[in-house]
């Protein structure tokens, strides 16, 4: 039998020993060290498993595991109706928008109109034209230079051609729709500064901004994120205050520091990519209610 102190000796060697093996010793010759790992699993593993089991019952790790079948059927009923005021309120949202929308675009237009929603069924791949194939035509009461929206009285353009069961949409983002005069909303009344936009390569509109100043003669200065409304005489009264977009940025005009260029995007993101467009065709007098 080893002497206590000998064994207190020997131990700092074995274990030097051990550690040596285990690095210098490829892994391919250390595999019958796996035995002496699956026997204290062995071992260890029935021992394991009541410790870990009441762990889990003090500390689970999902809270609702302790609670009764009734609790956690509030808990999701809870869920849900906070789910569902979130959407409502989205919607009222979306109504008071829609709401002021349309006293604004009231206010300045009394042409009564139609409105026929038709799928998009094909698209020009020609930048310069970006036309859209719309499946509603001449049946429907669409005619040339008809206003074609999309939701939320977003101008997209008007049509260009006419058939019987189709017509064609020209962007306002089309290069070949040209210049529009528009108007930079500063406030909710109908007042705001006059531009003139031209489609650029990206899908905006850019133009020049009146110079105008208030009784103090301080400059009148648009701001990101204002509406942007059409206010041009060549398009039908029905167009008028339609949006055209928002601005997204504001730059000094090459003329001169003083004057502003304006950029505005459409609240849709691509008008040449959309899937449907309102056509607002014109009501005549023997479609009007109470007419004849």
């Known amino acids: 039998m080893l002497n206590p102190i000998h064994a207190n000796r020997l131990l700092p060697a074995v274990i030097a020993i051990l550690v040596a093996l285990g690095v210098f010793v490829p892994a391919r010759y250390q595999t019958w060290a796996r035995h002496f790992g699956w026997l204290a699993t062995t071992i260890v593993a029935p021992i394991s498993h009541p410790f ?16 009764s079948e009734a609790m956690r059927e509030l808990a999701r009923g809870k869920e849900e109706a906070e789910s569902e005021v979130l959407r409502l309120r989205l919607e009222v949202k979306r109504l008071a928008t829609a709401l002021e929308e349309m006293k604004i675009f009231s206010a300045v237009n009394s042409a009564p109109v139609r409105q026929v929603f038709a799928p998009v069924f094909a698209s020009s791949s020609d930048p310069a034209g970006s036309v859209l194939r719309v499946r509603a035509g001449a049946r429907e009461g669409v005619e040339k230079f008809t206003v074609a929206t999309t939701a939320g009285l977003q101008l997209l353009g008007k049509v260009v051609s006419v058939e019987d069961r189709t017509c064609d949409v020209l962007p306002i983002t089309a290069k070949a729709s040209g210049q529009l005069q528009c108007m930079v909303m500063i406030d909710q009344t109908i007042n705001g500064l006059v531009c003139t936009l031209t489609p650029t390569a990206d899908g905006t509109l850019q133009g020049p901004l009146e110079d105008r100043r208030d009784v103090s003669g301080t400059p009148i200065e648009p701001k990101v994120g204002q509406l942007v409304r059409l206010s041009d005489q060549r398009w039908p009264e029905s167009a008028q205050m339609l949006i055209v977009g928002k601005v997204t940025s504001i730059e000094a005009a090459p003329q001169g520091p003083l004057r502003k260029v304006v950029v505005v995007s459409p609240s849709v993101e691509r008008l040449d990519r959309v899937s449907e467009v309102v056509l607002r065709t014109s009501v005549r007098s023997d479609q009007r209610g109470g007419g004849s």
């Open 52 to 67: 870990s089991a009441f762990s889990r019952w003090v500390s689970p790790a999902d809270a609702t595991v302790n609670q």
